[in-house]
C-alpha cells in the first residue's frame, strides 16, 4: 500500500478530522452532534467508523470496519480477547486502506470535513502500527488534525484533567498533527475551571491541595512539564446532546487546518525526503509481525498452524471497503403528562395509560 503519494497543496481539499478519546468520554455522540452541525452549517461531511466493536451508533457511517470485518467472528477464529480482536481488525482493516484513500480522493472536492471516530480503546489506534499506517495515510493525502475529546465532568478533577493532558501531548508528538482539544459534556461540567488550569498554575496548584494522594505529586511536577504545550493548546467546550459551543470548535477546526499548512505540512515534506520516510517501512514491517505473532499464539492448539496462517492471508484479499448513505440521528424525548402517569400500576414505561378489558 502506498500511503506516500504527493502531499495535499494548499486548495479547497476537505479537512479530515481523527476523532481520538478515552472511553466514555462520548466521542461517538460527539461524532453524531458535529454531522448534524456540519449539516445546519451547509457543509458536506463524510464518515468514518473505525471501531469494530460498537455495538451501535447514534449515526449511519458512510464507511463503517464492520462492514468489512467481522469482529465477534474474529474472536471466535482467532481465540482472541476484545481488545485484541480490536487490534487485529484494525491491522486487517489498514491493508486495505488505499482503497478507502481512493474513494476518499474521488469525492474531496464535493466534501467539507472528513470525520474518523477511533475506538474508545485510545491506545489501541494511537500506539499500534496499523493506527500510525490510518494516520500517516490520511496527514499524507489530505490536510488533517486531531480532535481530542475530554470528559468534561471526570476532569474537573485535577488528577484526572492531568492524565488526559499527557496523553493529548503524547498523541500530538506521536502522529505529528495539529490537536483541538475539545471539552465535551458542557452542559454539566465546569469548562471554564478546566480552561484556567492550562494558563493559571497557581489556581492548578489549588485545587491539587485538596487531593491528597501520591498522584497530586506527580500532577504538580508534570504540570511545568507542560507549560509549553498548553501554549499552543487550542481547547473549545461543546455540549454533544445540543450543540452548545458549536462555533468555538469550527473556529478550531480552521485553525488547525491553517496549522497544518503553515507548520506541520513543512515538516511531512522536509521527512518525506530525508530518512525519516523509513519510518513507515517499518511500521509496515511491525504489522506484519504483530499479524503472524498473533495468529500463530491463537493457533497453537491447533493441529495446523500454517493452515491458519494462510487463512488469515487469504482473508486479506477477501475483504472488502463498503460505502453506506450517512445519516445522523437527531435525539427526540416524548413526554406523556397524562394525569395516569401519576398512578404507576394503570401506564407503561411511555407513560401511556394501560386499559383493561374486563
Known sequence: MDIEGSLPAKS???????????AGSGKTTFVNQLILQCDARKKKSYTINLDPGVFNTPYRPNIDIRNTI?????????????NGAILTSLNLFSTKFDEVLGILEKKAESLDYIIVD???????????????????????????????????????NPNTFMSNMIFCCSIMY?????????????????????????????????????EETYL?????????SLDEFYKDLDMAPFGSLDGFGADGVFNGFEKC????????????????????????????????????TTVKQNAKDSPDINTIIDKTKASLFDLKICEQSQ?????????????????LLCVDLGGRRIIKKK
Open 12 to 22: 479547497t481539499k476537505p479537512l479530515c478530522l481523527i476523532v481520538i478519546g478515552m
Open 70 to 82: 467481522n469482529y465477534k467472528e474474529m474472536m471466535k477464529t482467532y481465540k482472541l480477547g476484545p
Open 118 to 156: 477511533t475506538p474508545g480503546q485510545i491506545e489501541l489506534f494511537t500506539w499500534s502500527a496499523s493506527g500510525m499506517i490510518i494516520a500517516s495515510a490520511l496527514a499524507s493525502t489530505l490536510p488533517c488534525a486531531i480532535v481530542y475529546v475530554l470528559d468534561g465532568e471526570r476532569c474537573s
Open 174 to 210: 506521536k502522529l505529528k498533527l495539529p490537536v483541538l482539544t475539545v471539552i465535551n459534556k458542557a452542559d454539566v461540567s465546569d469548562t471554564a475551571k478546566i480552561k484556567q488550569w492550562t494558563t493559571d498554575y497557581d489556581a492548578y496548584l489549588e485545587a491539587l491541595s485538596k
Open 216 to 224: 497530586s505529586d506527580l500532577s504538580k511536577s508534570m504540570c511545568l
Open 257 to 292: 487546518r491553517k496549522d497544518y499548512f503553515e507548520i506541520f505540512l513543512p515538516d511531512l515534506q522536509k521527512k518525506k525526503q530525508g530518512k525519516e520516510s523509513k519510518v513507515v517501512e517499518r511500521e509496515l514491517e511491525k504489522f506484519k509481525k504483530d499479524v503472524e
Open 327 to 343: 445519516e445522523a440521528q437527531q435525539k427526540i424525548c416524548l413526554l406523556y403528562t397524562s394525569d395516569a402517569a401519576d398512578d
